[in-house]
């Protein structure tokens, strides 16, 4: 019954190396950004709440210590709906960098909105469903789970206390071979140690997701 399992969790779903340390209640991770002539470098909330629920999810283990201490973390609450759809996304083909693409649909900590882009519909036709408005509104349902994730089990405030490592993360070298004008986004929850892909619009960028 898997639209059944769909239908359910979506109505769940509706219910420069910077300085300063990330506080308060808004973004934790959104002062770690630095650009090196035309690349854009940074650390980016959306995507590691996105990488946290994949690590939740994935049977394999963890590839460096600070993913074992976050899995730890939140391991008790391995059975969120957030985390039982991630792992139901990636049983029908969505990748880790598929879902590292998704969340840069999505708005910054803590709104976590979906926004409009025709590009969502690529992602949306490799469910297992064909139909595709169907599909979008199960992204547009896991969105808000993934917000609803973020508030319930306090990650902004993980991501606070894991200020140094991530501030070490985004003033890491870049690699030699990346296209003028990339955004990079640094990932040490990221399940592997590269993503790429174009995102098309408003115009094209390559993004590079350094993980480990």
């Not at 340390?21 to 959306?46: F, Y």
């Not at 649909?105 to 297992?128: C, G, H, I, T, Y």
């Amino acid at each position: 019954m898997p639209y059944l399992r769909v239908a359910v969790l979506l109505a769940v779903a509706a219910a420069g190396a910077p300085s300063v340390m990330p506080s308060g209640p808004g973004d934790p991770l959104a002062s770690l950004r630095r650009t090196t002539g035309s690349i854009r470098v940074e650390c980016n909330t959306a995507l590691e709440t996105v990488m946290l629920l994949v690590q939740l999810a994935s049977p394999g283990p963890p590839l460096t210590d600070f993913q074992a201490e976050a899995r730890s973390r939140f391991s008790l609450h391995s059975n969120h709906a957030a985390v039982r759809e991630t792992a139901a996304l990636m049983e029908h083909g969505l990748t880790g960098q598929d879902l590292a693409r998704f969340s840069t649909f999505m708005a910054s900590a803590p709104d976590f909105r979906l926004k409009d882009s025709k590009e969502l519909a690529q992602l949306a036709e490799m469910l297992p469903s064909g139909n595709v408005s169907f599909n979008m509104d199960r992204l547009a349902g896991y969105a808000k789970l993934v917000r609803e994730f973020y508030w319930d089990l306090r990650v902004g405030q993980f991501f606070r206390d894991a200020a140094p490592r991530y501030r070490q993360a985004v003033g890491r070298k870049l690699p030699p071979d990346l296209p003028p004008g990339s955004r990079v986004l640094l990932s040490p929850l990221a399940p592997v140690a590269r993503m790429e892909f174009v995102r098309r619009s408003p115009k094209p960028v390559t993004y590079l997701v350094l993980g480990g």
